[in-house]
């Protein structure tokens, strides 16, 4: 397990990912904050009858993939940042400042 976090954390594959991952989580996210907007836009309400049943603008039989997808993106993007690096920023010293 230790050569491979040495090999993610010294080649910058793990940056790579790190970054891939999170892209993805953020691009899912929106795409679901705006799924709603589109359809307003696109008129999705338009040509619906008084009678007729009312539709709500946020689907979330849609939604929830996308939701989910860009959470679980997020966390395991986070949880790699934490497996890679935290032990190498908790080790690191603190610079001593000199006094005059």
Partial sequence: MNSLREALR????GAILIAML???GL???LGALTSP???LIG??????????SSRSIVNWNDLLPYLTRGILYLLVSYALVRWLYAAEL???PEPVAEEP
């Fill in 10 to 13: 010294t080649q910058y594959i």
């Fill in 22 to 24: 999170g892209f993805q």
């Fill in 27 to 29: 691009f899912n996210l």
């Fill in 37 to 39: 907007l589109y359809l």
């Fill in 43 to 52: 008129g999705a309400g338009r040509d619906r009858s008084v009678l007729g």
């Fill in 90 to 92: 908790e080790r690191q």
